[in-house]
Protein backbone atom coordinates (compact mmCIF):
# COMPACT_ATOMS: atom_id res chain seq x y z
CA UNK A 1 0.00 0.00 0.00
CA UNK A 2 2.77 2.55 0.72
CA UNK A 3 4.69 1.27 -2.21
CA UNK A 4 1.77 2.35 -4.22
CA UNK A 5 1.67 5.50 -2.91
CA UNK A 6 5.09 6.16 -3.49
CA UNK A 7 5.05 4.52 -6.78
CA UNK A 8 1.93 6.78 -7.66
CA UNK A 9 3.96 9.94 -6.43
CA UNK A 10 6.81 8.53 -8.21
CA UNK A 11 8.86 9.06 -5.23
CA UNK A 12 10.27 5.20 -5.33
CA UNK A 13 10.45 2.29 -7.63
CA UNK A 14 9.40 -1.19 -6.30
CA UNK A 15 10.83 -1.98 -2.85
CA UNK A 16 12.81 -4.54 -2.04
CA UNK A 17 9.69 -6.28 -0.10
CA UNK A 18 7.94 -7.03 -2.95
CA UNK A 19 11.16 -8.21 -4.91
CA UNK A 20 11.05 -10.69 -1.93
CA UNK A 21 7.49 -11.63 -2.66
CA UNK A 22 8.31 -12.01 -5.73
CA UNK A 23 11.45 -14.02 -5.41
CA UNK A 24 9.29 -16.67 -2.69
CA UNK A 25 6.52 -16.75 -5.06
CA UNK A 26 8.83 -18.44 -7.46
CA UNK A 27 10.84 -20.15 -5.88
CA UNK A 28 8.46 -22.03 -3.54
CA UNK A 29 6.52 -22.68 -6.83
CA UNK A 30 9.48 -25.04 -7.85
CA UNK A 31 10.13 -26.66 -4.40
CA UNK A 32 6.66 -27.46 -3.68
CA UNK A 33 6.48 -29.75 -6.62
CA UNK A 34 10.06 -30.89 -6.25
CA UNK A 35 11.00 -29.54 -9.61
CA UNK A 36 13.73 -26.77 -9.94
CA UNK A 37 13.56 -24.02 -12.68
CA UNK A 38 15.94 -25.35 -15.33
CA UNK A 39 13.99 -28.45 -15.43
CA UNK A 40 10.75 -27.09 -16.12
CA UNK A 41 12.15 -25.14 -18.89
CA UNK A 42 13.20 -28.32 -20.43
CA UNK A 43 10.05 -29.97 -19.29
CA UNK A 44 8.60 -26.86 -21.25
CA UNK A 45 10.83 -27.42 -24.76
CA UNK A 46 10.12 -31.13 -24.86
CA UNK A 47 6.28 -30.66 -24.27
CA UNK A 48 6.44 -28.23 -27.29
CA UNK A 49 8.22 -30.23 -29.36
CA UNK A 50 5.60 -33.42 -29.05
CA UNK A 51 3.04 -30.73 -29.69
CA UNK A 52 4.52 -29.37 -32.85
CA UNK A 53 5.04 -32.51 -34.21
CA UNK A 54 1.67 -32.69 -34.81
CA UNK A 55 -0.19 -29.23 -34.80
CA UNK A 56 1.06 -25.49 -36.06
CA UNK A 57 1.70 -23.67 -32.76
CA UNK A 58 2.15 -20.30 -32.59
CA UNK A 59 5.33 -20.07 -30.24
CA UNK A 60 5.06 -16.85 -30.27
CA UNK A 61 1.79 -17.11 -27.80
CA UNK A 62 2.66 -20.60 -26.28
CA UNK A 63 2.51 -20.32 -22.67
CA UNK A 64 3.20 -22.88 -20.15
CA UNK A 65 3.02 -21.95 -16.85
CA UNK A 66 3.15 -22.83 -13.28
CA UNK A 67 0.13 -21.93 -11.04
CA UNK A 68 -0.29 -22.53 -7.14
CA UNK A 69 -3.38 -21.96 -4.90
CA UNK A 70 -1.40 -23.18 -2.16
CA UNK A 71 1.19 -25.28 -0.96
CA UNK A 72 -0.97 -28.80 -1.91
CA UNK A 73 -2.78 -27.35 -4.85
CA UNK A 74 -0.35 -27.11 -7.73
CA UNK A 75 -1.17 -26.93 -11.77
CA UNK A 76 0.75 -27.01 -14.81
CA UNK A 77 -1.52 -24.70 -17.21
CA UNK A 78 -0.69 -24.34 -20.83
CA UNK A 79 -2.20 -22.42 -23.78
CA UNK A 80 -1.14 -23.51 -27.08
CA UNK A 81 -2.72 -21.35 -29.79
CA UNK A 82 -2.79 -23.25 -32.76
CA UNK A 83 -2.12 -21.64 -36.60
CA UNK A 84 -4.58 -22.10 -39.06
CA UNK A 85 -2.42 -23.96 -41.72
CA UNK A 86 -3.95 -22.51 -44.86
CA UNK A 87 -4.10 -18.84 -43.65
CA UNK A 88 -0.45 -18.45 -41.63
CA UNK A 89 -1.13 -15.02 -41.02
CA UNK A 90 -4.86 -15.27 -39.50
CA UNK A 91 -5.88 -15.63 -35.97
CA UNK A 92 -5.44 -19.12 -34.51
CA UNK A 93 -8.43 -21.43 -35.48
CA UNK A 94 -8.39 -22.88 -32.22
CA UNK A 95 -6.20 -23.52 -29.16
CA UNK A 96 -5.05 -26.51 -27.23
CA UNK A 97 -5.06 -25.95 -23.49
CA UNK A 98 -3.75 -28.28 -20.66
CA UNK A 99 -3.85 -28.54 -17.24
CA UNK A 100 -1.60 -31.00 -15.03
CA UNK A 101 -2.51 -30.79 -11.36
CA UNK A 102 -0.36 -31.95 -9.27
CA UNK A 103 -2.24 -34.63 -7.39
CA UNK A 104 -1.58 -36.52 -10.99
CA UNK A 105 -5.14 -35.77 -12.68
CA UNK A 106 -4.48 -34.76 -16.01
CA UNK A 107 -7.24 -32.88 -17.22
CA UNK A 108 -6.78 -32.23 -20.90
CA UNK A 109 -9.19 -29.92 -23.06
CA UNK A 110 -11.93 -32.11 -23.20
CA UNK A 111 -12.14 -31.18 -19.60
CA UNK A 112 -12.22 -27.85 -20.57
CA UNK A 113 -15.19 -28.19 -23.13
CA UNK A 114 -17.60 -25.76 -21.71
CA UNK A 115 -14.69 -23.29 -22.39
CA UNK A 116 -13.92 -24.04 -25.67
CA UNK A 117 -17.51 -24.31 -26.35
CA UNK A 118 -18.32 -21.42 -25.76
CA UNK A 119 -15.38 -19.72 -27.61
CA UNK A 120 -16.34 -21.09 -30.62
CA UNK A 121 -20.07 -20.43 -30.43
CA UNK A 122 -18.59 -16.85 -29.90
CA UNK A 123 -17.29 -16.99 -33.25
CA UNK A 124 -20.00 -17.65 -35.65
CA UNK A 125 -17.87 -15.45 -38.47
CA UNK A 126 -15.31 -17.67 -38.47
CA UNK A 127 -16.57 -19.69 -40.92
CA UNK A 128 -18.65 -17.24 -43.14
CA UNK A 129 -17.21 -14.98 -45.25
CA UNK A 130 -16.52 -11.62 -43.93
CA UNK A 131 -16.58 -8.50 -46.22
CA UNK A 132 -13.15 -7.20 -47.31
CA UNK A 133 -13.42 -4.28 -45.62
CA UNK A 134 -14.23 -4.81 -42.45
CA UNK A 135 -11.71 -8.21 -42.20
CA UNK A 136 -9.06 -6.05 -40.66
CA UNK A 137 -11.43 -4.90 -37.71
CA UNK A 138 -13.06 -7.81 -37.51
CA UNK A 139 -10.21 -9.94 -36.90
CA UNK A 140 -8.71 -7.63 -34.43
CA UNK A 141 -11.89 -7.57 -32.51
CA UNK A 142 -11.99 -11.04 -32.82
CA UNK A 143 -8.15 -11.87 -31.26
CA UNK A 144 -8.75 -9.63 -28.48
CA UNK A 145 -12.12 -11.50 -27.62
CA UNK A 146 -10.00 -14.54 -28.02
CA UNK A 147 -7.03 -12.83 -25.56
CA UNK A 148 -9.46 -12.02 -23.43
CA UNK A 149 -10.88 -15.78 -23.01
CA UNK A 150 -7.52 -16.86 -22.87
CA UNK A 151 -6.49 -15.00 -19.92
CA UNK A 152 -9.74 -15.97 -18.22
CA UNK A 153 -7.61 -18.77 -16.67
CA UNK A 154 -9.74 -21.56 -14.76
CA UNK A 155 -10.15 -20.59 -11.24
CA UNK A 156 -6.54 -22.61 -9.50
CA UNK B 1 -6.94 -32.50 31.36
CA UNK B 2 -3.89 -33.30 30.26
CA UNK B 3 -1.47 -31.36 29.39
CA UNK B 4 -0.39 -30.17 25.35
CA UNK B 5 2.68 -30.32 23.42
CA UNK B 6 3.83 -27.30 21.65
CA UNK B 7 7.52 -27.93 19.60
CA UNK B 8 8.47 -24.63 18.39
CA UNK B 9 10.13 -24.88 15.48
CA UNK B 10 11.72 -23.20 11.98
CA UNK B 11 13.44 -25.36 9.26
CA UNK B 12 16.50 -22.13 9.70
CA UNK B 13 18.90 -21.08 12.71
CA UNK B 14 18.83 -18.43 14.18
CA UNK B 15 15.40 -17.07 13.52
CA UNK B 16 14.64 -16.87 17.35
CA UNK B 17 12.96 -20.33 18.50
CA UNK B 18 14.97 -20.58 21.68
CA UNK B 19 14.17 -17.00 22.68
CA UNK B 20 10.06 -17.63 21.90
CA UNK B 21 10.53 -20.80 24.00
CA UNK B 22 12.13 -19.20 26.71
CA UNK B 23 9.22 -16.19 26.62
CA UNK B 24 6.33 -18.89 26.08
CA UNK B 25 7.54 -20.58 28.82
CA UNK B 26 7.69 -17.62 31.38
CA UNK B 27 4.71 -16.20 29.68
CA UNK B 28 2.71 -18.97 30.30
CA UNK B 29 3.74 -19.83 34.04
CA UNK B 30 2.41 -15.98 34.65
CA UNK B 31 -0.88 -16.82 33.87
CA UNK B 32 -0.69 -19.18 36.21
CA UNK B 33 -0.20 -22.76 34.23
CA UNK B 34 2.10 -25.32 35.26
CA UNK B 35 4.65 -25.48 32.32
CA UNK B 36 8.18 -27.42 31.29
CA UNK B 37 10.50 -26.42 28.70
CA UNK B 38 12.56 -28.94 26.70
CA UNK B 39 15.83 -28.09 25.24
CA UNK B 40 15.81 -30.45 22.31
CA UNK B 41 19.28 -29.34 20.93
CA UNK B 42 21.16 -31.49 21.95
CA UNK B 43 24.74 -30.52 21.82
CA UNK B 44 23.75 -26.86 20.94
CA UNK B 45 22.51 -25.85 24.63
CA UNK B 46 21.12 -22.39 25.03
CA UNK B 47 17.57 -22.33 26.76
CA UNK B 48 19.35 -22.51 29.94
CA UNK B 49 21.02 -19.53 29.69
CA UNK B 50 18.20 -17.35 27.93
CA UNK B 51 16.53 -18.38 30.97
CA UNK B 52 19.30 -17.71 33.27
CA UNK B 53 19.41 -21.06 34.84
CA UNK B 54 22.78 -22.35 33.44
CA UNK B 55 24.27 -22.73 36.54
CA UNK B 56 21.59 -25.08 38.28
CA UNK B 57 22.27 -27.62 36.05
CA UNK B 58 22.80 -31.47 37.30
CA UNK B 59 21.19 -33.31 35.02
CA UNK B 60 20.22 -33.77 30.83
CA UNK B 61 17.47 -35.32 29.02
CA UNK B 62 19.95 -37.43 27.70
CA UNK B 63 20.40 -38.82 31.55
CA UNK B 64 16.75 -38.85 31.53
CA UNK B 65 16.60 -40.73 28.44
CA UNK B 66 19.69 -42.85 29.32
CA UNK B 67 17.71 -43.86 32.84
CA UNK B 68 20.66 -42.31 34.85
CA UNK B 69 18.54 -40.11 36.70
CA UNK B 70 15.12 -39.22 37.40
CA UNK B 71 12.52 -36.97 36.06
CA UNK B 72 11.82 -35.32 38.64
CA UNK B 73 14.97 -34.65 40.08
CA UNK B 74 16.37 -33.58 36.49
CA UNK B 75 14.06 -30.82 36.24
CA UNK B 76 15.32 -27.57 37.08
CA UNK B 77 13.11 -24.97 38.35
CA UNK B 78 12.66 -21.19 37.49
CA UNK B 79 13.75 -18.69 40.48
CA UNK B 80 10.76 -16.43 39.87
CA UNK B 81 8.03 -19.12 38.87
CA UNK B 82 7.29 -22.47 40.95
CA UNK B 83 5.62 -23.73 38.29
CA UNK B 84 8.07 -23.57 35.48
CA UNK B 85 10.71 -25.67 34.41
CA UNK B 86 13.76 -26.50 32.42
CA UNK B 87 14.42 -30.04 30.84
CA UNK B 88 18.50 -28.88 29.41
CA UNK B 89 19.97 -30.48 26.59
CA UNK B 90 23.13 -32.74 26.89
CA UNK B 91 26.11 -30.24 25.64
CA UNK B 92 28.52 -33.33 24.87
CA UNK B 93 26.28 -35.74 23.37
CA UNK B 94 24.80 -35.92 19.79
CA UNK B 95 21.67 -36.07 18.58
CA UNK B 96 21.41 -39.59 18.06
CA UNK B 97 21.19 -40.21 21.80
CA UNK B 98 17.56 -39.56 21.87
CA UNK B 99 14.89 -40.96 19.52
CA UNK B 100 11.47 -39.76 18.72
CA UNK B 101 9.95 -42.52 20.39
CA UNK B 102 12.36 -41.31 23.80
CA UNK B 103 10.53 -38.08 23.42
CA UNK B 104 6.89 -39.08 23.37
CA UNK B 105 7.53 -41.57 26.79
CA UNK B 106 9.00 -38.18 28.15
CA UNK B 107 6.17 -35.84 27.78
CA UNK B 108 3.48 -38.66 28.07
CA UNK B 109 4.71 -38.66 31.24
CA UNK B 110 4.58 -34.99 32.13
CA UNK B 111 1.17 -34.55 30.41
CA UNK B 112 -0.21 -35.54 33.51
CA UNK B 113 1.34 -32.74 35.58
CA UNK B 114 1.79 -30.02 34.03
CA UNK B 115 -0.45 -27.83 31.45
CA UNK B 116 2.15 -27.12 28.89
CA UNK B 117 5.32 -29.08 27.35
CA UNK B 118 7.31 -26.61 25.41
CA UNK B 119 10.15 -27.81 22.68
CA UNK B 120 12.85 -25.83 21.48
CA UNK B 121 13.25 -27.55 18.40
CA UNK B 122 16.96 -27.52 16.87
CA UNK B 123 17.44 -26.01 13.14
CA UNK B 124 17.26 -28.09 10.52
CA UNK B 125 14.90 -31.05 9.14
CA UNK B 126 16.94 -34.40 10.46
CA UNK B 127 16.71 -36.31 13.58
CA UNK B 128 16.70 -33.38 15.88
CA UNK B 129 13.84 -31.60 14.08
CA UNK B 130 12.09 -35.47 14.20
CA UNK B 131 12.80 -35.61 17.86
CA UNK B 132 11.07 -32.29 18.79
CA UNK B 133 8.19 -33.08 16.14
CA UNK B 134 6.94 -36.95 17.47
CA UNK B 135 5.41 -36.00 20.65
CA UNK B 136 3.96 -32.46 19.72
CA UNK B 137 0.24 -31.85 19.84
CA UNK B 138 0.84 -28.53 18.03
CA UNK B 139 3.57 -27.02 16.42
CA UNK B 140 4.91 -23.06 16.37
CA UNK B 141 6.73 -22.14 13.39
CA UNK B 142 8.83 -19.13 14.01
CA UNK B 143 10.28 -17.30 10.82
CA UNK B 144 11.52 -13.68 10.00
CA UNK B 145 10.33 -11.81 7.63
CA UNK B 146 12.74 -12.49 4.91
CA UNK B 147 13.22 -14.67 1.57
CA UNK B 148 15.45 -17.81 3.11
CA UNK B 149 13.68 -17.85 6.28
CA UNK B 150 10.04 -17.95 4.72
CA UNK B 151 11.15 -20.36 2.41
CA UNK B 152 12.67 -23.08 5.09
CA UNK B 153 9.25 -22.45 7.22
CA UNK B 154 7.53 -23.69 3.93
CA UNK B 155 10.04 -26.60 3.76
CA UNK B 156 8.88 -28.18 7.26
CA UNK B 157 5.25 -27.04 6.91
CA UNK B 158 5.33 -29.91 4.62
CA UNK B 159 7.13 -32.10 6.82
CA UNK B 160 4.84 -31.17 9.56
CA UNK B 161 1.54 -31.95 7.70
CA UNK B 162 3.24 -35.08 5.93
CA UNK B 163 3.86 -35.90 9.99
CA UNK B 164 0.31 -35.53 10.66
CA UNK B 165 0.98 -32.57 13.12
CA UNK B 166 -0.15 -29.62 11.09
CA UNK B 167 -1.21 -27.42 10.34
CA UNK B 168 1.42 -25.80 12.47
CA UNK B 169 1.00 -21.52 13.50
CA UNK B 170 3.24 -19.19 12.88
CA UNK B 171 5.19 -16.58 14.49
CA UNK B 172 6.77 -13.79 12.65
CA UNK B 173 10.20 -12.29 14.61
CA UNK B 174 12.25 -9.45 14.02
CA UNK B 175 9.56 -7.70 12.25
CA UNK B 176 10.77 -4.22 11.57
CA UNK B 177 7.31 -1.96 11.26
CA UNK B 178 9.46 0.90 9.57
CA UNK B 179 10.97 -0.93 6.90
CA UNK B 180 7.45 -2.28 6.06
CA UNK B 181 6.12 0.56 5.89
CA UNK B 182 8.80 1.92 3.21
CA UNK B 183 8.03 -1.31 1.12
CA UNK B 184 11.53 -2.44 1.88
CA UNK B 185 10.57 -5.42 4.26
CA UNK B 186 7.70 -8.59 3.85
CA UNK B 187 4.97 -7.41 5.74
CA UNK B 188 2.65 -10.12 7.96
CA UNK B 189 0.29 -10.35 5.21
CA UNK B 190 2.89 -10.90 2.44
CA UNK B 191 4.37 -14.03 4.77
CA UNK B 192 0.83 -14.99 4.80
CA UNK B 193 -0.39 -15.10 1.61
CA UNK B 194 2.71 -17.31 0.54
CA UNK B 195 2.68 -19.35 3.60
CA UNK B 196 -0.53 -19.68 4.20
CA UNK B 197 -0.52 -20.53 7.74
CA UNK B 198 -2.67 -18.50 10.32
CA UNK B 199 -0.43 -16.22 12.02
CA UNK B 200 -0.35 -16.55 15.85
CA UNK B 201 2.30 -14.03 16.41
CA UNK B 202 4.35 -11.01 15.40
CA UNK B 203 6.75 -9.82 17.39
CA UNK B 204 8.80 -7.10 16.49
CA UNK B 205 12.61 -6.36 16.08
CA UNK B 206 13.54 -5.09 19.32
CA UNK B 207 17.39 -4.43 21.20
CA UNK B 208 15.39 -5.49 24.45
CA UNK B 209 16.12 -9.08 23.33
CA UNK B 210 19.25 -8.67 23.19
CA UNK B 211 19.45 -7.45 26.66
CA UNK B 212 17.61 -9.87 28.00
CA UNK B 213 19.76 -12.85 26.86
CA UNK B 214 22.85 -10.93 27.87
CA UNK B 215 20.86 -10.88 31.64
CA UNK B 216 19.00 -14.24 31.45
CA UNK B 217 15.63 -12.69 32.22
CA UNK B 218 13.42 -13.15 29.02
CA UNK B 219 11.97 -10.12 27.79
CA UNK B 220 8.17 -10.76 28.93
CA UNK B 221 9.47 -10.31 32.14
CA UNK B 222 10.29 -6.37 30.84
CA UNK B 223 7.27 -4.52 30.98
CA UNK B 224 8.64 -1.56 28.37
CA UNK B 225 9.41 -4.39 26.13
CA UNK B 226 7.16 -4.74 22.88
CA UNK B 227 8.58 -7.98 21.85
CA UNK B 228 7.66 -8.60 25.36
CA UNK B 229 3.96 -7.28 24.80
CA UNK B 230 3.87 -9.31 21.75
CA UNK B 231 5.34 -13.08 23.05
CA UNK B 232 2.55 -12.75 26.04
CA UNK B 233 -0.21 -12.26 23.67
CA UNK B 234 1.53 -15.19 21.86
CA UNK B 235 1.28 -17.40 24.99
CA UNK B 236 -2.37 -16.19 25.61
CA UNK B 237 -3.49 -16.92 22.08
CA UNK B 238 -1.73 -20.37 22.69
CA UNK B 239 -4.44 -20.86 25.57
CA UNK B 240 -7.53 -20.10 23.03
CA UNK B 241 -7.93 -16.04 24.37
CA UNK B 242 -8.68 -14.17 21.30
CA UNK B 243 -6.03 -11.29 21.54
CA UNK B 244 -6.13 -8.76 19.05
CA UNK B 245 -2.99 -7.79 17.13
CA UNK B 246 -0.69 -5.17 18.95
CA UNK B 247 -0.81 -1.87 16.65
CA UNK B 248 2.70 -2.52 14.83
CA UNK B 249 2.42 -1.53 11.14
CA UNK B 250 2.85 -3.85 8.46
CA UNK B 251 0.00 -6.38 9.55
CA UNK B 252 -4.08 -7.01 8.62
CA UNK B 253 -5.34 -7.67 12.94
CA UNK B 254 -8.94 -8.28 11.70
CA UNK B 255 -8.71 -10.29 8.63
CA UNK B 256 -6.12 -12.40 10.09
CA UNK B 257 -8.47 -12.66 13.55
CA UNK B 258 -11.46 -13.68 10.61
CA UNK B 259 -8.99 -15.98 9.55
CA UNK B 260 -8.36 -17.72 12.60
CA UNK B 261 -12.33 -17.51 13.98
CA UNK B 262 -13.03 -19.40 10.35
CA UNK B 263 -10.35 -22.08 10.77
CA UNK B 264 -12.13 -22.40 14.48
CA UNK B 265 -8.60 -21.60 16.21
N1 LIG C 1 12.52 -9.99 18.34
C1 LIG C 1 13.86 -9.92 18.37
N2 LIG C 1 14.50 -8.72 18.35
C2 LIG C 1 15.83 -8.67 18.37
N3 LIG C 1 16.65 -9.72 18.40
C3 LIG C 1 16.10 -10.94 18.41
C4 LIG C 1 14.68 -11.11 18.39
N4 LIG C 1 14.42 -12.44 18.41
C5 LIG C 1 15.61 -13.07 18.43
N5 LIG C 1 16.63 -12.19 18.44
C6 LIG C 1 18.08 -12.50 18.44
O1 LIG C 1 18.33 -13.41 17.39
C7 LIG C 1 19.35 -14.32 17.75
C8 LIG C 1 18.88 -15.75 17.52
O2 LIG C 1 17.82 -16.06 18.39
P1 LIG C 1 17.60 -17.52 18.94
O3 LIG C 1 18.82 -18.07 19.56
O4 LIG C 1 16.35 -17.50 19.76
O5 LIG C 1 17.33 -18.29 17.58
P2 LIG C 1 17.16 -19.85 17.35
O6 LIG C 1 16.16 -20.01 16.26
O7 LIG C 1 16.91 -20.55 18.61
O8 LIG C 1 18.62 -20.22 16.82
P3 LIG C 1 19.20 -21.71 16.58
O9 LIG C 1 18.64 -22.17 15.29
O10 LIG C 1 20.67 -21.49 16.52
O11 LIG C 1 18.78 -22.55 17.75
C9 LIG C 1 19.67 -14.04 19.19
O12 LIG C 1 20.85 -13.26 19.22
C10 LIG C 1 18.50 -13.24 19.70
O13 LIG C 1 18.87 -12.34 20.71
MG1 LIG D 1 17.94 -22.23 19.51
Known amino acids: MTSLLNRLFGRAKIGSGATAKNRLRFVLQHDRINLPPERAEEMKKEILAVIVKYLAVDRERVEIDLEQRDRTHSKLVAELPIVNETDKNARPAAEVSAIAESNGAVKTADDEADKVGEDSAAKPAKKEPIPKAAVGEAAEENDNKQRGSSAQKPPV | MAGKVVTISSGKGGVGKTTATANLGISLASLGKRVVV ?80 LIDSPAGIERGFRNALEPADEVVIVTNPEVSAVRDADRITGLIEAADKGPGRLIINRLKPDLVKKGEMLSSDDVYDILGLSIIGIIPEDELVLSASNSGIPVTLNTNSKAGMAFNNVARRLTGEDVPFMNLNGHRSFLQRVISLLEGR
Not at chain 2, 46 to 60: A, P, Q, S, T
Not at chain 2, 79 to 107: G, N, Y
Open chain 2, 38 to 117: IDADIGLRNLDVIMGLENRIVYDLVDIVEGRSKLRQSMIKHKKFEDLFLIPAAQTRDKMAVSPDDMVKLTDELRDDFDYV
